[in-house]
């Protein structure tokens, strides 16, 4: 038996909460998983996980074990990246997902500076609005937007969205301009919904003004639950649009998009790099996330205090 591949084994089954995610996520069979954990509670004599036909859940000795195997993996990779060489060059494969607008237009772009800083570091990308099961799918980080509800996981914030109202000319056109947020409850204005990643519902939107507040919800005709796609239905007109400026800013400026309700405030959402809970922080986790933030202040958060 390989102690360090079935303390492997051992940990991704725990976060898992199933063999056949571990298996997936370390890319080896559910066989040589299994074979792996039983051979590491033949050897403590100790039983570490207790099994189902349903679940996977891990016993009281079990849990300690996973502490203490946690952070024997973390000493391990510190070790590796210990030595200067490794230091001065991260290396090795990182799992992230991230929005699939700030995909698009801001991350994928700058992915040959990151490879001109950092050629050892090989990123899966996943590209979603979903919500992602950080530890279960084995994500080493997530970016997403909005206050944080789960407090059993780590994160960092690395800036804020400002948020505007725009419509295509031609939705103006057939609609009309509202004046006031309250017209789009009117039965002649429609939004595009937006479909939350964890409630699966169109939230209302609260708008600000010389001390004025009113919550918005809108009818609509369309909700999506990707960005990309409900940008698209605001600019073939489908209805009025929150974004964030960065999303809008191009398009403002070929004139596909108008903003309205510009003396209005929307408050700022606020964006996470979120990871697991007791997992190492390593030096390519590390440097990944320091990366992020430069993105969103160099292309989100700076043109935010732009357009304030």
Known sequence: MDRFDALQAFVRVVEAGSFTKAAQTLQISKTTVTQLVQQLEARLRVKLLNRTTRQVSVTPDGAAYYERAVRLLADLEDADTSLSTASASPRGRLRVDVPSPFALMILVPALPAFYARYPDIQLHIGVSDR???VIG????CVLRGGELTDSSLQARRVGELRLGV???????????????PGE?????H???GFL????GKVAPVTMRRDGECISVRGRYL????????????GLAGVGVLWLPHYMAREYVARGQLVPIFESWRLDPMPMYVVYPPNRHVSVKLRVFIDWVGELMERH??????ETR
């Not at 989100?300 to 205090?305: E, M, P, Q, T, Y």
């Open 131 to 133: 919500m992602v099961d």
């Open 137 to 140: 799918d084995n994500v080493d």
């Open 166 to 180: 725009y419509a295509a000319p031609s939705y103006l056109e057939h609609a009309g301009t509202p004046m006031h």
């Open 184 to 188: 789009l409850e009117d039965t002649h």
């Open 190 to 192: 429609r939004i595009v």
């Open 196 to 199: 939350g990643a964890s409630s």
């Open 222 to 233: 369309a909700a999506l639950d990707d960005g990309n796609a409900y940008l698209a239905a």
């Open 300 to 305: 989100v958060s700076g043109l935010a205090r």
